[in-house]
């Protein structure tokens, strides 16, 4: 599986907008990037996700770059819920059923 | 209303003595996932049902079987635990494994302890 890379942590304030990167260098065309997040004591919760162009939904937005080598996840106002671990996933376009986490962004937003 | 069902949310066991966890899904889909999740460890895929299929991962350890009796319902048995096995146990669905169907629901987890 392509790897991607994330900083360990990063803090927002409440109300303020957050963008969450992720590096992934050696995505390969048919790579989807996905997003999950993990809220304390609870199960992943799938975000958004895309291919080439930037995406927007009810959770976030999804910002991808022209080379497809990076993205970065938009909040566009963090609220204390949206404190979580944020995994950024690269997907095969194929059959690839699996989601292979890796150590993710902790999220603190602060009040 | 919650679509993934994981039973219990804690779990205690102890050294040795089998153990069964339990997931229902109302999706009505037809994959079915468990994983393990160490502390703070990102969640490791265990294996998962394709309908009745079932597909196990390469460095998935013996001690660890399921079962799915129904498109509801599945259940993850560790028939030996060891101190090692101690993990939050996250079930999830999805309506299909390819990509386009491949988004994963998953319950809250159960929190096995092994005393």
């Known amino acids: 599986d392509a790897k991607t890379t994330q900083p360990n942590s990063m803090e927002s304030n409440e109300e303020e907008p957050v963008h969450l990167p992720c590096n992934h260098s050696t995505i390969s065309g048919t790579d989807y990037i996905h997003w999950y997040r993990q809220l304390p004591s609870q199960g992943p919760e799938y975000v958004i996700h895309g291919l080439t162009s930037n995406v927007n939904n009810r959770m976030a937005s999804l910002a991808i770059a022209e080379d497809r080598k990076s993205s970065t996840l938009i909040l566009h106002r963090a609220t204390l819920r949206d404190a979580a671990v944020y995994y950024c996933?690269?997907?095969?376009?194929?059959?690839?059923?699996?989601?292979?986490f890796g150590k993710g962004t902790l999220l603190t937003v602060n009040p | 209303d919650a679509m993934v069902i994981q039973n219990p949310r804690y779990q205690v066991t102890q050294f040795g003595k089998p153990v069964t966890l339990s997931c229902s899904q109302t999706?009505?889909?037809?994959?079915m996932y468990w994983y393990q999740q160490k502390s703070s460890q990102a969640p490791k895929l265990l294996f998962h049902?394709?309908?009745?299929?079932?597909?196990n991962e390469a460095d998935t350890p013996d001690n660890f079987q399921s079962r799915r009796p129904n498109t509801s319902f599945c259940f993850l048995d560790i028939r030996s635990p060891g101190l090692g096995d101690a993990a939050m146990y996250l079930c999830?669905?999805?309506?299909?494994?390819?990509?386009?169907?491949?988004?994963?629901?998953f319950g809250a987890g159960t929190r096995l302890s092994v005393l």
């Open positions: 996933i690269l997907r095969d376009g194929g059959s690839n059923y699996k989601l292979t």
């Open positions: 049902y394709y309908d009745k299929d079932f597909n």
């Open positions: 999706l009505n889909h037809n994959v």
């Open positions: 999830a669905t999805s309506s299909g494994r390819t990509l386009a169907k491949n988004i994963q629901y």
